[in-house]
């Protein structure tokens, strides 16, 4: 009962954020008890806080966005975190530690505390840093205004750069110089149009496209891993199709990923229904966008090394692609076999896939389908090698094939076999 309440709670908050601004929407980080027990071993009372909030947590607290990652900025140097949090028995990781960055991990909840901090020298990738007890510096040297408002464990915001009216506005704008935040870190190409398409109510502005193509191929010296971890953001976007439907973003686009070929397949995904649209992952969304009948994908998951997982289900649908094209496809009959041959989740990868490519309108079809494969049983094959063995079987090849010879014909009678028609067979076989 507690539970229900404190999610209606919750949500009642973010649409109350949304109506009423920011001091209400911080209470969504306000609220979280281990932020509270971490800014109480860190501040100092009766002095200037000590420890913020920042970055995206706050954006998204302010639009009424599901938080995930949670970013904190301090005065204190890392050592002094560090002491300050295991003598309160508080687990710590030096994961950045060059860059002053530390790990917390509280109850399962992990935050990221980094030292306030501004960069002396960049190559696109690293910057050598120098700490500093200067809030507005550490502002200075992020990427773009919403990502420079911070905020305490008491709600009060410090908005140094002017974030929160950018942020209402939907104006996504570098801090500074373009052309300098970019050069400090070629990823902000890719995190531009992330908060793009995300938050803007704009037009893109023809300076910042022009700097962007004009440092694009900084982004060879970025690890092909940092480059997929942004493309994921990316990818779980409700809009991602106006990355494509824009003439500027598409081509800048297409040029970072040019084995996006079949972007037009997500115009098909967004006529679908809440619910159908829900079932397509990450990774199925990026198959949409690359997976043919060839092998072009492998190249694609050899370069960003992404999963095995993700390069399965790419050979899985590319393997049986000209089966999906088929009109038999999309029957019951097909569907059941299908999933005793693959699988459930193999068969559900191409069903979903094969929406986008068949055109199919009938959408009450495509949730009846996906509806029966959920709750279609596994078919289990009902004779065994034992079964065979009592027959006078004798263990190896030709008991094998003939469990095989049974299996094919078990499937082609939509998995039903009588007894007296195994006993046929099995004649019919032996005769052979």
């Not at 002491?83 to 309160?88: P, S, V």
């Not at 960069?119 to 773009?144: K, P, Q, S």
């Not at 950018?166 to 070629?186: C, H, M, N, Q, V």
């Not at 191409?350 to 949730?367: G, V």
């Amino acid at each position: 009962m507690l539970k229900k309440i404190k999610k209606t709670i919750i949500k009642v908050d973010r649409y109350l954020f949304k109506i009423f601004g920011s001091e209400k929407s911080i209470k969504l980080l306000q609220n979280i008890k281990e932020a509270q027990e971490i800014f109480s071993i860190l501040n100092t009372v009766g002095e200037q806080s000590r420890v913020r909030f920042v970055g995206g947590c706050v954006r998204k607290a302010l639009s009424g966005e599901n938080i995930d990652d949670i970013d904190l900025a301090t005065s204190l140097k890392p050592n002094e975190v560090k002491e300050m949090l295991i003598k309160k028995n508080i687990r710590v990781l030096e994961t950045g530690i060059s860059h002053g960055t530390l790990t917390i991990i509280l109850n399962n909840k992990k935050f990221e505390i980094t030292t306030l901090r501004k960069d002396i020298a960049t190559d696109g990738r690293h910057a050598n840093v120098e700490y500093t007890l200067n809030w507005e510096e550490d502002a200075l040297r992020r990427d773009f205004t919403i990502n420079a408002i911070y905020a305490d464990i008491e709600g009060r915001i410090f908005d140094p750069l002017k974030g929160i009216s950018d942020l209402k506005d939907g104006k996504i704008k570098f801090i500074g110089s373009t052309e300098d935040r970019i050069a400090e870190d070629y990823l902000r190409i890719l995190r531009y149009f992330r908060f793009f398409i995300q938050y803007s109510n704009e037009n893109y502005e023809e300076s910042t496209i022009k700097s962007i193509k004009k440092n694009i191929n900084g982004l060879n010296k970025i690890s092909n891993e940092r480059i997929f971890d942004e493309l994921q953001k990316i990818l779980k976007l409700k809009n991602l199709y106006s990355l494509f439907s824009n003439r500027l973003s598409k081509e800048i686009i297409l040029n970072i990923f040019p084995q996006f070929k079949y972007f037009e397949r997500l115009k098909i995904i967004n006529s679908l229904s809440q619910n159908i649209k829900e079932k397509y992952d990450n990774d199925l969304i990026l198959a949409l966008i690359i997976v043919d009948e060839t092998k072009d994908h492998e190249y694609f998951c050899h370069k960003y090394r992404t999963s095995n997982e993700l390069a399965n289900r790419f050979k899985n649908i590319s393997k049986n692609y000209q089966s999906i094209k088929n009109k038999k496809f999309l029957t019951k009959e097909n569907i059941k076999k299908m999933i005793y041959l693959l699988n459930k989740k193999n068969v559900k990868d191409l069903l979903l896939f094969s929406f986008s490519i068949t055109n199919k309108k009938n959408f009450s079809e495509i949730e009846r389908m996906i509806n029966f494969l959920e709750n279609l049983d596994v078919p289990k094959f009902p004779i065994s090698g034992d079964y065979l063995k009592n027959l006078g079987y004798k263990t190896g090849p030709e008991l094998g094939d003939k469990l095989k010879l049974l299996e094919k014909q078990w499937i082609e009678s939509d998995f039903v076999l009588k007894e007296e028609t195994i006993e046929k067979s099995l004649k019919k076989i032996n005769n052979n």
